[in-house]
């Protein structure tokens, strides 16, 4: 079945420091969404990317979609320790199915 | 966006037991989702809901072990039969919301001992 990978699967940086977790997958993605999961807590859906190329930000996080549509970034600048979670990239098949990357888990340092 | 409420948040079980997970959602939706989180790694799709029909199951997951119920548009149950450690996990239920994504229950801690 399709699969969708994520690197890394963890990171450590120190406040401040930028972060970014890249999304990859061996077939055409038809769109790409970005969940965040707290410790203890569910996922959270952050934003959706359908069109190749695309490029989104939400205050300090930018996403892209990638020209292929195979591969997507998330980036985060400057982090905070609210940044802190597992950040999941996930795709459909079909109309429903959602398929979640296997996650980039980021812990922030003080 | 939806609210979903699913309970209970965590329960630890004997093995051999079954536990029934339920999640309320406070909008009508066409299909619920399940989820299992086992420690560490990613979702994966347990089975999709339909209100009068019987659930879709994913490849690896079977009615007798994760039988679902799905009585009305607003509510869902799910049932892990006959448990064992390898069964200890977060169970969430879902539904989605075209554009916005999906939205979660706050998950079902499990452990089986």
């Known amino acids: 079945g399709q699969q969708v990978m994520q690197i890394p699967q963890y990171q450590h940086v120190q406040e401040g420091e930028d972060f970014t977790t890249y999304c990859n997958s061996s077939?055409?993605?038809?769109?790409i969404q970005w969940y965040k999961q707290r410790p203890g807590g569910h996922p959270v859906f952050l934003i959706q990317?359908?069109?190749?190329?695309e490029v989104k930000k939400q205050k300090r996080l930018t996403f892209q979609f990638g020209e292929a549509k195979k591969n997507s970034s998330l980036h985060i600048t400057a982090t905070q320790t609210t940044d802190v979670g597992t950040y999941f990239c996930?795709?459909?098949?079909?109309?429903?199915?959602?398929?979640f990357g296997t996650g980039t888990r980021l812990k922030v340092l003080a | 966006s939806a609210v979903i409420s699913q309970k209970p948040s965590r329960d630890i079980c004997q093995r051999g037991t079954s536990l029934t997970i339920q999640c309320q959602v406070d909008?009508?939706?066409?299909?619920m989702f399940w989820y299992r989180q086992q420690p560490g790694q990613s979702l994966t799709l347990i089975a999709t809901?339909?209100?009068?029909?019987?659930?879709?199951?994913e490849s690896g997951f079977v009615i007798d072990k994760f039988p679902i119920s799905r009585p009305n548009l607003t509510f869902s149950t799910l049932t892990v039969s006959n448990m064992s450690p390898e069964d200890s996990s977060i169970y969430l239920c879902?539904?989605?919301?075209?554009?916005?994504?999906?939205?979660f229950g706050q998950g079902t801690r499990l452990t089986v001992v």
């Open positions: 879902s539904v989605e919301d075209p554009g916005t994504g999906a939205f």
């Open positions: 077939t055409t993605l038809s769109n």
């Open positions: 990317l359908v069109k190749s190329g």
């Open positions: 996930v795709t459909t098949s079909g109309t429903y199915k959602y398929i």
């Open positions: 909008s009508q939706v066409t299909m």
């Open positions: 809901a339909n209100q009068g029909s019987e659930a879709t199951y």
